[in-house]
């Protein structure tokens, strides 16, 4: 049998056992290139809108290179490890370590480039349909069209060239390290150990510290740390204490939780258990670095992926937030100019008009937390206030008094008492209310609100008492907020050209613009992150499956002796579908809760709504990954068979 | 009344153009609670027959009946059924579960059979402490000996008293003093459950624990050597001069 012979054969045998690991590489490369054809794609730009979203394009593309790196490598020297007995055989039989090195180079190198060239294939096809994402996530209105970027070719082959230098590097090192001898020892076969001391520790502290990480992560924001050096101290404290924690949890916690859950059934194990929990207690352990990864990518990937689509899954309710109604003018001469433009046009509206005066406002006494930090005087800061006739809060006594419309992210640094008393101040005098509540709708435009802050709304008398002895240092352009809510949905795009095409004499804001923006701003930022979570998610699961594909090979001849007993494929597979939920779902739902933790300690900057996107995401993330889980099970079913 | 019968048993390997026949019309007959040896040379099919009754391996043609039911016509989930309630098996390396303790080895077959917690206990009980490894419950199969481990592994073939315990070289892997002790344990089982027991063996010693010795040479029976009243030592000299005729490799004791 000649060389050339010999890599055929193994190429053959290689793709029936690797077919998963080509998939991930041609799955890998055209996402990479579609990507990088976007990046070069002139036509992107209105999507990208900025530098900024040009820039991060890029810092995605590298990171992007850096996950697929490293996967690649890891991928590789599983599958390097697992054929050192074929290794070893060719070197028995005289070829020089050289030769064997050689042979690998050309087996690999048609693999790998024939894979490569599918992906960019595909990814040319493919970049059609996600520039078509794009541009409906960013929401800009463009033809897209099929464009091949040489660009976007000459990186992608000179960037995964450049993996394959460093994956045939890491062979050869491989290679030159081993000895025949030790190339033919059998790959340390899993046995039996008693519990010690020792890990019933590890086990718990394990624990421990993800809690521990936990708990820190739900006060983060809280006030408890206020400065930006005590908040960056705390971060780095959560992320070390869950990750630390995490690989301890797979090195001891889990194996203890299985043996207190074995030692009640006193020896009494059916073949379910012994599929599943014996193999798993002893195997977790030696996996614990390779599973702490998987963890914090997938947990990185959900909480990025969260936090994006909340962001962009609450752009209209935070745009309607920021500009109180669907226009917000601050001028009576510019609303009428407006409404004018409405009447022409035939569009049907309401208007809403707000009287609005600055006040500066002791909020101290209803202020809960720490208040040394505050980067603003708490005693006198000034707030929007209007009168309780352009609120429908029912009638307020005249020392009563609503707040309304805090920001989540400012509710959550400066929580406010459900009472207290309030000081209003004028020029010359003070006025005490009675503070009933916090009330959530939004009455007036961010621009009199300075980004979050709530509105006082006070009886008429003592807001007629405060217009007169208003201070006019502290007012802003406009002393009315007129806000025009356009009846008709179908009309508003209308409106929006008419509100664009006037001049305003004073700031004027429209929801719709505001809802554009963010949109592009978020959706592209989505885009980004729903690329590297896909590629967090499939090199993840790759490297899952591609280590069963390892255990199972080790444990065929316990399937032999276990058919040979007389157990069924089917019992043997009751206990690898439970084993595979362990495998894949301990790390899934610990990502996912680390993904959960980090999401609820910050989310609140990002968007409104926290749930609804949150476990759309998590549910999504959970059912690609699962895929990963199946195709492990049917592996395992396929050598199940064969093994009587 | 015989609880094991063969009849007229072929098996062969291979594809139309290159077959090797391996047994060639065998008949077994095996007694209810006897103790059968089967010997022959290397490559004489002795493995593959005890494969072939152990319903691991289908025979070409023949029939076999295991405790009056025919298992050649049954369907491959079926055999799988009737292995793990009725057969028990001891192999030569051990086949013991790395991950589970001597314990949780030897009550596998029970879980199956959905035996109560409570009677699964007894008997594990009694069965380990007449081996003498109920000692070494807890351990795994790693901290023990290797005639332990055979122990633990002929525990999990009583364990739920089985229709025939099949053994292949159960001693192969074992110095003398474990192997008679293992033989002797045997024996004793053997007597005490009336289990029957059906042995393949090229060791003439461990040939001489059984009651019955079956040699076999290219597929056929040679012929057939009966204990009956003589002692273990003047068997044992039967057996080995039978082998001597035989060709096999010879053994020197």
């Known amino acids: ?644 | 009344m015989y609880i094991l019968e063969a009849k007229k048993i072929y098996k062969s390997y291979g594809n139309k153009f290159n077959r090797q026949e391996v047994l060639k019309g065998l008949d077994i007959q095996v007694r209810k609670g006897e103790f059968l040896s089967i010997m022959g040379p290397s490559g004489s099919g002795k493995t593959t027959l005890l494969n072939v009754l152990s319903s691991i391996d289908r025979a070409n043609g023949g029939t076999i009946t295991i405790g009056g039911r025919d298992i050649v016509g049954m369907k491959e989930k079926e055999l799988a059924e009737f292995r793990k309630r009725h057969l028990g098996f001891i192999f030569q390396e051990y086949h013991l579960l790395d991950t589970l303790t001597v314990k949780e080895n030897i009550l596998l077959p029970l879980t199956i059979t959905k035996t109560p917690k409570r009677e699964a206990e007894e008997r594990f009980r009694e069965l380990a402490a007449e081996l003498g490894i109920f000692e070494l419950r807890d351990k795994y199969p790693n901290e023990i000996s290797g005639g332990e481990k055979q122990r633990t592994s002929a525990a999990r073939a009583f364990i739920h008293n089985p229709s025939v315990i099949f053994a292949d070289e159960p001693t192969g892997a074992l110095d003398s003093k474990s192997a008679s002790d293992l033989l002797n344990k045997l024996q004793e089982l053997n007597r005490k459950r009336n289990a029957t027991i059906v042995m393949v063996t090229h060791d003439p010693v461990a040939a001489s624990f059984s009651e019955r010795v079956i040699f076999i040479k290219d597929g056929q029976i040679y012929t057939q050597l009966v204990k009956g009243n003589e002692t273990r030592q003047s068997f044992l000299k039967d057996i080995m001069k039978t082998q001597g005729v035989l060709g096999g490799v010879q053994y020197e004791h």
């Open chain 1, 1 to 644: 049998m000649s060389i050339n012979r010999i890599i055929l054969r193994s190429l053959k045998k290689n793709f029936r056992n690797y077919y998963l690991y080509v998939f991930a590489l041609i799955f890998t490369v055209s996402l990479y290139f579609a990507f990088v054809t976007l990046q070069y794609d002139p036509e992107m730009d209105p999507a990208k809108g900025s530098v900024k979203g040009a820039a991060a394009f890029r810092a995605a593309s590298v990171l992007l290179i850096v996950i697929v790196g490293v996967f690649l490598l890891y991928a590789n020297h599983i599958f390097i490890k697992r054929r050192s007995k074929e290794i070893g055989l060719f070197q028995l039989i005289g070829m020089t370590k050289g030769n064997v090195f050689h042979l690998l180079c050309i087996e690999n190198f048609i693999l790998y480039f024939l894979s490569l060239f599918a992906g960019i294939f595909i990814g040319f096809a493919g970049s059609k349909f996600l520039t078509m994402i794009l541009f409906k996530l960013t929401g800009v209105r463009a033809v897209a069209d099929l464009t091949f970027s040489q660009e976007a070719f000459r990186q992608t082959l000179a960037v995964f060239g450049a993996v394959f230098l460093l994956i045939m590097a890491m062979e050869y090192w491989f290679i030159k390290r081993l000895s025949i001898l030790s190339l033919f020892t059998a790959a340390s076969a899993v046995e039996g150990k008693r519990m010690s001391l020792l890990q019933l520790v590890i086990g718990i502290l394990g624990a421990a510290l993800i809690l521990l990480g936990y708990y820190v992560s739900s006060k983060l924001f809280s006030g408890e740390f206020a400065t930006i050096d005590e908040l960056f101290k705390a971060m780095i404290f959560i992320l070390a204490s869950v990750i630390f924690g995490t690989y301890l949890f797979y090195k001891g916690t889990v194996s203890f939780l299985f043996y207190l859950y074995r030692k009640t059934k006193g020896g009494y194990l059916t073949i379910r258990e012994v599929m599943s929990l014996s193999s798993i207690m002893f195997r977790m352990k030696s996996n614990a670095l390779s599973l702490t990864i998987i963890t914090t990518a997938s947990a990185l990937a959900v909480g990025l992926l969260s936090l994006s689509y909340i962001s962009y899954y609450s752009t209209e309710k935070s745009a309607g937030q920021y500009v109180a109604a669907d226009f917000a003018l601050t001028d009576r001469k510019d609303a009428e100019q407006f409404k004018k433009a409405l009447d022409r046009k035939h569009i049907p509206y309401e208007e809403t008009v707000t009287q609005v005066m600055m006040v500066k406002a002791n909020i101290k006494p209803i202020l809960k937390g720490k208040l040394d930090q505050l980067n603003f005087d708490p005693k006198s800061t000034p707030l929007p206030v209007i009168s309780e006739k352009d609120a429908d809060f029912g009638d307020l006594s005249p020392d009563e008094a609503y707040l309304s419309g805090y920001h989540d992210a400012l509710k959550k640094f400066m929580p406010l008492k459900t009472s207290g008393p309030l000081t209003l101040k004028g020029k010359s005098a003070e006025i005490r209310q009675n503070y009933l509540g916090l009330k959530k709708e939004f009455l007036v435009s961010y621009y009199f609100t300075n980004g979050g802050m709530p509105v006082v709304i006070v009886d008429e008398k003592v807001f007629e008492r405060l217009a007169e002895d208003m201070d006019p240092k502290i007012q802003k352009e406009g002393t009315v907020h007129i806000g025009i809510h356009i009846k008709d949905e179908a009309l508003t795009d209308e409106a929006n050209r008419l509100f664009l095409a006037e001049e305003f004499a004073k700031p004027a804001f429209s929801k719709f613009e505001m809802i554009k923006n963010n949109k592009r701003t978020y959706g592209l930022s989505m885009f980004i992150v729903g690329f590297l979570g896909l590629t967090f998610l499939i090199t993840s699961g790759c490297i899952l499956y591609f280590k069963q594909m390892g255990e199972c090979e080790d444990e065929k001849g316990i399937y032999t002796v276990l058919r040979k007993l007389g157990f069924t494929p089917e019992d043997l597979l009751g206990g690898i579908r439970r084993k595979q939920l362990f495998n894949f779902g301990i790390p899934l739902l610990l990502g996912i809760s680390h993904g959960y933790f980090a999401v609820r300690s910050g989310w609140f900057f990002f968007g409104t709504e926290l749930w609804t996107p949150m476990l759309l995401v998590m549910g999504l993330y959970s059912a690609l990954y699962s895929i990963f889980g199946f195709l492990s099970v049917q592996y395992y079913r396929r050598e199940i068979q064969k093994a009587l």
